[in-house]
C-alpha cells in the first residue's frame, strides 16, 4: 500500500508523455521523462472506474442554528463510471494524483440547504491546480461554484487491488458557498468530513528504461457488463441484489434472504448445469452493520451468512444488458451479456440450499450431494442468512447502516483458467448493497442506492475513512482476502483499533491474526466478533457433522504484540477459522497514537504466515512522523511457483438499466 500526505507534497513524475500524449495522434513518442531520469520501471495512468464518496455533515454548524450537540447525517454519493480524477503509479507506488474531477450521483436524499440541494445531482470532486491554497474540492461540475474546500486529507493506494481512498478530509465552507449562504464570516468553517474509496483502472502504461519511454499501451474504457462488452473468457458476477426478506425466526435469532440477479460479464457461456451434475454456480449470501462512532462508521462487522443456493436453468434475461444467446445452448448456460433471477424466496429455499463445507471457494468444486437434508428438519431460520435479533433491532443499533453482500462462484470459471492462463475471473465474483432495517422483533428491509458490483461489502467501509487492502497470499492457486483497519483518537489519550479480515474465497482460511504493539504501551477493552455459525446437520459437511465451532478465539499479550488465534486444523478441523465470505473483528484501547507497522495473519488449513501492512500503537517514547515514502505491502512469505496467475479482474460497472418487471417463470 502506497500513503500520501498532501503535506509539502511534491510529485516526483508529473506526466508520462507530452502536452498530446492523450490527442489522437496514436503514435507513441519516444521521450525521456525529466522527472524520473535514471529510473526504471512501469508507469501507469489511472483513472477511477467506480466508487463510493461518504460526507458526514455536521447540519447544526451548516445551518447555524446555535445547538451545542452535533446533528452529524450522512451523504453517500456514487462516484460515476470512468471519472477522469486521475493519479500516477510508479512500480506499484502512488507518485500523486493529476488535475481532473470524479463525478458524483447520489444515493439518497437528506435535507440540505437549498443552493447545495439544487445541485445535488451534479456535484463533482474536483482536484485543483497545484497554484491553488487547496488540493480539492466538491463543486457544482455545471457551475464552477464551489460549496466546500477539503484540507487535512491522505491518499493511500493498493497496487494489489487497484483500490484508491482517500482520508481524513474536513470539509471548509467555502467563501462563496458562504456569501450565498448569507453567512461570509464561515467562510472556511468545518462542517464535516469526507472520505473516497475507489476502484481504479489503467489508461496508459509506459514502460521506462533510465527514464526514457520504450513503450506505451492505452487500454480501452470498459462499458457496462454485457454481450457489447465482454471480458474474456466465462465470467459470473452478481449483477444486483434485488431485496432481502425475512422468512422465519426461531429463539434469539430471524433466517433471511437476498433475491439475487447473475450476469454472464464474459465472452464465453458459463456452465449452469443443475445438480447432481456439479458444473454449475453457487450462492452465499452474508449481511454485515456499520455502526458506533460520531458518524456510526467506525465498525463494519458481518451479523449473518447463509449456505448456498445451488443454481439451475439460466433464463437468459436482460439485467445487464444485451443478451447474445447465438451458438449458445441456453438453460444449462448463462450466455454472454444474459442474466437469471433468484428471488429472496428462491435463495432462502432451504430444501434447495446447501452447505458451504462442501465448497471449495477458489476452484468452485463440490460433490453430487452437497444439498443433501436427509436426516434433519428444519426451523425458521436453518440454513438462511442466520442474525440474531439484536443485532437488527432499530431501538438497540440506532442509525446503524445494513449491507447485503452475495457471490456466484462458479467451478467453470476455475477450470477455463487452468487452460486459458490469463483469463482468470475467480476474483469478481463479490456484489453488495446498502439497506435500510426497520422492526424490533420482525424486519422489513428497503434497498438503498444501487448494487456496487464486483466489490465486496467491506469496501463500503472503506468509503468512511477505513483503509482496506485486497491480500492474495498464494497466486494462482488460492483465492484473495481483504484486510480493514481503522483507528480513531475518541477522547484525549486514548486511540481506538479497529481491524476487520475478511475472507473472499480463499479456501486455506485464517487461523491467527496477531499486531505488534510499541514498548510501553498499554492496551484495554480488548474484543472480538464473529457471526454466528449454522449448528451441526446430518450430511453438512463438516466433520462428523458437528458443525462449524463459534468457540470465540483466543487471545494473548506479551510485551511486543497482541494475538488472536482459533485452534490449529491439526487440532479441530471444525475450528472457528475464518473461511469464504466471513469477516471477523478484533479490536482494542491503547494509550498511544498509532503508526505503520505489520501485522500477521496464519493460516489454517496450509501455507506459511504472512506480514500485512496496518497502524498499530506506537511506542510510549516519542516516535519520528512517518513520512510521505509509499512502501509496498504485502510481504509473504516465500511459497512455491504458483501455477500461471490470474489477471486482476474487472472492476465494478456502472448501475444497469432496469430489470424486466416481471421474469418468466421457471420450469
Not at 477455463?416 to 490469463?422: F, I, N, T
Amino acid at each position: 500500500m502506497s500513503k500520501l500526505t498532501l503535506t509539502g507534497f511534491m510529485l516526483p513524475l508529473l506526466l508520462f508523455a507530452s502536452p498530446d500524449a492523450n490527442s489522437n495522434n496514436s503514435a507513441p513518442r519516444k521521450q525521456t521523462i525529466p522527472e524520473s531520469r535514471g529510473q526504471s520501471g512501469t508507469l501507469q495512468k489511472m483513472i477511477v472506474e467506480s466508487g463510493t464518496v461518504t460526507m458526514d455533515l455536521d447540519m447544526d454548524r451548516l445551518n447555524a442554528d446555535g445547538s451545542l450537540a452535533a446533528k452529524v447525517v450522512q451523504l453517500r454519493l456514487d462516484v460515476a463510471a470512468n471519472s477522469f480524477f486521475s493519479i500516477l503509479i510508479f512500480n506499484d507506488l502512488l507518485r500523486g494524483p493529476e488535475q481532473g474531477s470524479m463525478a458524483l450521483v447520489p444515493q439518497y436524499s437528506i435535507e440540505l440547504p437549498s443552493a447545495l440541494m439544487a445541485s445535488i445531482n451534479q456535484l463533482a470532486v474536483e482536484k485543483l491546480p497545484s497554484a491553488e491554497r487547496f488540493d480539492l474540492a466538491v463543486r457544482d461540475a455545471k457551475t464552477g461554484f464551489t460549496f466546500f474546500n477539503i484540507e487535512g486529507h491522505q491518499y493511500y493506494y493498493d497496487a494489489q487491488g487497484q483500490l484508491l481512498s482517500i482520508q481524513g478530509g474536513r470539509l471548509l465552507i467555502s467563501k462563496e458557498f458562504a456569501n450565498s449562504l448569507g453567512r461570509p464570516a464561515d467562510a472556511g468553517l468545518a462542517v464535516g468530513k469526507i472520505s473516497v474509496g475507489a476502484a481504479m483502472r489503467p489508461i496508459q502504461i509506459d514502460q521506462l528504461v533510465n527514464g526514457e519511454q520504450k513503450s506505451m499501451v492505452m487500454p480501452p474504457l470498459r462499458g457496462a457488463a454485457g454481450a457489447d462488452a465482454p471480458v474474456p473468457g466465462p465470467d459470473v458476477i452478481v449483477g444486483e441484489i434485488e431485496s432481502v426478506v425475512q422468512f422465519g425466526s426461531a429463539g434469539t435469532q430471524v433466517g433471511l434472504a437476498a433475491g439475487t440477479d447473475s450476469c454472464n460479464n464474459g465472452d464465453q457461456p458459463v456452465d449452469w448445469f443443475a445438480l447432481p451434475n456439479t458444473d454449475h454456480p453457487v450462492v452465499p449470501q452474508n449481511l454485515y452493520r456499520m455502526s458506533v462512532g460520531t458518524f456510526n462508521n467506525d465498525r463494519f462487522e458481518q451479523i449473518g451468512h447463509s449456505w448456498m443456493k445451488h443454481t439451475f436453468f439460466a433464463l437468459e434475461d436482460t439485467v445487464c444488458g444485451a443478451c447474445n444467446t447465438t451458438n449458445c445452448q441456453t438453460g444449462t448456460h448463462l450466455c454472454p451479456g444474459c442474466s437469471d433471477p433468484y428471488t429472496a424466496d428462491l435463495n432462502g429455499n432451504q430444501s434447495q440450499i446447501g452447505s458451504r463445507a462442501w465448497v471449495n471457494p477458489f476452484t468452485g468444486s463440490f460433490p453430487s450431494g452437497a444439498d443433501n437434508h436427509s436426516g434433519h428438519a428444519h426451523d425458521g431460520v436453518s440454513h438462511r442468512i442466520r442474525v440474531e435479533v439484536n443485532d437488527l433491532n432499530t431501538n438497540l443499533n440506532p442509525d446503524a447502516t445494513y449491507f447485503a453482500e452475495a457471490a456466484y462462484l462458479s467451478p467453470h470459471e476455475y477450470t477455463w483458467c487452468q487452460a486459458h492462463p490469463g483469463q482468470c475471473n475467480m476474483y469478481n465474483n463479490v456484489s453488495y448493497r446498502q439497506f435500510s432495517v426497520t422492526g424490533i422483533n420482525n424486519f422489513t428491509f428497503s434497498p438503498l442506492g444501487s448494487t456496487v458490483r464486483m466489490q465486496p461489502a467491506i469496501m463500503a467501509w472503506a468509503a468512511t475513512g477505513a483503509v482496506v487492502n485486497q491480500i492474495q497470499p498464494d497466486p494462482g492457486n488460492d483465492g484473495i482476502w481483504f484486510m480493514g483497519y481503522k483507528v480513531i483518537n475518541p477522547t484525549p489519550g486514548v486511540w481506538h483499533y479497529e481491524y476487520a479480515l475478511y475472507n473472499e474465497n480463499l479456501d486455506r482460511s485464517i487461523q491467527s491474526f496477531s499486531v505488534p504493539l510499541g514498548a510501553g504501551v498499554n492496551i484495554s477493552n480488548i474484543a472480538f466478533h464473529a457471526p454466528p455459525q449454522e449448528p451441526g446437520w446430518a450430511n453438512d459437511g463438516t466433520l462428523n457433522n458437528q458443525g462449524y465451532s463459534s468457540t470465540p478465539w483466543q487471545v494473548t499479550q506479551d510485551a511486543g504484540s497482541i494475538t488472536w488465534n482459533c485452534e490449529t486444523f491439526a487440532q479441530n478441523q471444525n475450528a472457528n477459522a475464518i473461511r469464504f465470505g466471513t469477516l471477523y473483528n478484533f479490536r482494542f484501547d491503547a494509550d498511544q497514537p498509532p503508526q505503520s507497522a505489520n501485522a500477521t495473519a496464519g493460516f489454517f488449513k496450509t501455507g506459511s504466515p504472512i506480514t500485512v501492512a496496518i497502524q498499530a500503537p506506537a511506542g510510549a517514547s516519542p516516535t519520528p512522523t512517518p513520512t510521505a515514502t509509499a512502501t509496498t505491502t504485502p510481504t509473504p512469505t516465500p511459497t512455491a511457483t504458483p501455477t500461471p496467475t490470474a489477471t486482476p479482474a474487472p472492476r465494478p460497472i456502472p448501475t444497469p438499466k432496469p430489470r424486466h418487471p416481471t421474469p418468466p417463470p421457471r420450469p
